[in-house]
């Protein structure tokens, strides 16, 4: 397992396999990646994540864009499966439905979606997208396959009335939550200040209605249990140096780069040791990724 010179262990990779989405969501920080049309092929995941997983990388989250819309997901599921590692995926749900039994047979180990509302007008606002019902359709479908799912919820000044209401969902359908703090990335002063709200009213409420609470070392998130057993994730992700004291994600792009934070801009391109199917090279380009990482709060 490699370490960084803060100490924190690198175990968790985020894979965007793609910049491109069927979504317009208005507060959208794209991974804080660059747009590229570059895409590496499912075989070049292959390689890449035969790679990883040696030096100690056990978590992997395929995040996109939307990546369902990649038409090799399902082997990059397969991929990391084949090679020992743990693969989810984060997903808008638009294209769930279709997915989920293919996700299944793969092996994916549970998938987020993005369901931010679960009133029609107040979620087509949010994500430009009439697309509410098709959502909570692909989570029935995914849950009949038995595949284990989290609703992440961005926390805004549109939705804040709902999050009681979110909880009752998720309890009465086995779900955990992620309650997600908007950051200042990607988006612009004027809609940060519109839609951003402080979890700490949020946090008051949880501290009500648990029955237990505890620490996720991955990012020292604070996790409420319901009396229902869903688990509820608090995320304040900016400002916070507890969450950067525990991270030990990297985050690798469509088009092959290693990106060491979501803020900021370093980044090491794997892209030419990967098309080379360079392993040797290619490991030691993660581990110095790794050991030049930092945190951006200390």
């Not at 989810?88 to 039994?101: P, V």
């Not at 799912?149 to 979110?166: F, W």
């Not at 900021?264 to 391109?269: A, E, L, N, R, S």
């Amino acid at each position: 397992m490699l370490r960084d010179r803060f100490g924190r262990a690198a175990t968790h990779v985020r894979l965007s396999v793609t910049n491109r989405c069927n979504y317009s969501c208005i507060y959208c920080h794209r991974e804080g990646l660059d747009s590229s049309d570059e895409e590496l092929s499912p075989e070049d995941w292959d390689f890449l994540v035969s790679a990883v997983v040696k030096l100690g990388f056990k978590f992997y989250k395929i995040t996109g864009g939307e990546p369902l819309l990649y038409r090799g997901v399902v082997e990059v599921v397969e991929s990391i499966r084949k090679y020992g590692g743990i693969p989810s995926i984060t997903t808008n749900g638009y294209l769930l439905k279709e997915f989920a039994k293919p996700l299944s047979r793969a092996g994916v180990d549970h998938v987020n979606v993005s369901l931010h509302s679960l009133r029609r007008d107040v979620y087509t606002a949010l994500t430009g997208s009439d697309a509410l019902d098709r959502v909570l359709a692909g989570v029935r479908e995914a849950l009949e396959c038995g595949i284990k799912l989290k609703i992440n919820y961005l926390v805004l000044k549109p939705n804040l009335g709902e999050v009681a209401d979110l909880l009752d969902f998720a309890s009465s359908s086995g779900l955990d939550v992620n309650l997600i703090e908007l950051i200042p990335l990607g988006v612009s002063r004027e809609v940060y200040e519109k839609l951003h709200v402080n979890l700490d009213s949020v946090i008051e409420y949880l501290e009500n209605v648990s029955i237990g609470k505890s620490v996720e070392p991955f990012q020292n998130r604070t996790v409420y249990t319901l009396p229902s057993g869903s688990r509820i994730y608090v995320i304040k992700g900016y400002g916070n140096p507890l969450m950067c004291a525990g991270c030990s994600r990297i985050r690798i792009g469509p088009d092959g780069r290693i990106k060491l934070c979501l803020y900021g801009d370093p980044y090491i391109d794997l892209k030419p040791l990967i098309k080379a199917r360079n392993e040797v090279e290619l490991v030691k380009a993660i581990a110095r990724a790794v050991e030049v990482r930092e945190p951006y709060f200390r």
